[in-house]
């Protein structure tokens, strides 16, 4: 199928330049409806806020405060508590939590 449909000259696969994946769109012509085949693109956004304060909020606390990258200090341990404090209220820091939990995760990996 890769092969085949790279095959295609370009006037086929991209027949107008202001619409995108027009061969998939004319694939699944019939089987969705066209309000789905032809809406706006839509991100996708992971729960961190959700997983932030249930499953994962060990691995979380882990990361901000006894980790290696955690005992480096770089990052305010006042600041840190403040962020779950904040989270912890109901506001949205799921995804700021993540972020040094990724960087904790790479730190950990690397260093």
């Not at 955690?70 to 962020?83: H, Q, S, V």
């Not at 912890?88 to 995804?95: F, I, L, M, Q």
Request: charged content about 30%; overall charge positive; hydrophobic content about 40%.
């Amino acid at each position: 199928l890769v092969e085949f449909t790279t095959s295609l000259p370009d006037r086929i696969k991209v027949p107008d330049k202001n619409e995108t994946k027009t061969l998939l769109k004319k694939a699944i012509s019939g089987i969705l409806t066209d309000d789905i085949i032809y809406r706006e693109k839509m991100g996708f956004a992971a729960p961190v806020h959700d997983w932030f304060r249930g499953p994962w909020k060990s691995l979380a606390h882990f990361h901000l405060f006894e980790s290696k990258f955690a005992k480096t200090g770089i990052i305010n341990d006042d600041f840190k508590r403040n962020l779950i404090k904040v989270h912890e209220s109901g506001r949205k820091r799921g995804s700021h939590i993540y972020n040094l939990v990724a960087l904790s995760a790479w730190y950990e990996r690397y260093f």
